[in-house]
């Protein structure tokens, strides 16, 4: 039992060493002429327990080892022509803000699919005629 408890304690020192809480800037998305960019945090734990007895001849080892994680969305960054606003998710106001911009990212997301099938579709044809 005590090499387990040795290697828990090295593992659980490293882990120390790696792992907390951070916030992390997602990766933008660009929508026609606005960017999204997620906040959200990342949290990592840890907890170990053993124990050991020697009660009235008996003898008994036990262990255990749990771990957590958990991703929660902060904010997101709108950055649209030459504003930058940070819309906090947890406030009710601002999540009925994104909300009411969801119809209009979905119908420019739609209109650049649309552009670009069509750009491929032109190049298909003057490929066509090219020949």
Do not use: H, Y
């Not at 997602?26 to 999204?36: M, N, S």
Request: charged share 30%; aromatic share 2%; with cysteine.
């Amino acid at each position: 039992m005590d090499s387990v408890k040795e290697s828990l304690d090295v593992l659980f020192t490293k882990l120390e060493k790696f792992l907390r809480t951070e916030t992390v800037i997602g990766e933008p998305i660009k929508v026609g002429e606005t960017t999204l960019i997620p906040i959200v945090s990342v949290m990592f734990g840890c907890g170990t327990g053993s124990g050991t007895g020697d009660n009235k001849g008996i003898k008994g080892e036990g262990g255990g080892l749990g771990t957590g994680a958990r991703i929660s969305p902060n904010a997101i960054l709108v950055i649209k022509n030459d504003e930058v606003q940070m819309l906090p998710v947890k406030s009710s106001g601002n999540l009925s803000k994104l909300i009411e911009m969801v119809p209009e990212i979905v119908s420019k997301i739609k209109v650049e699919k649309n552009n670009k099938e069509e750009a491929k579709k032109e190049n298909r044809e003057d490929s066509k005629e090219e020949k």
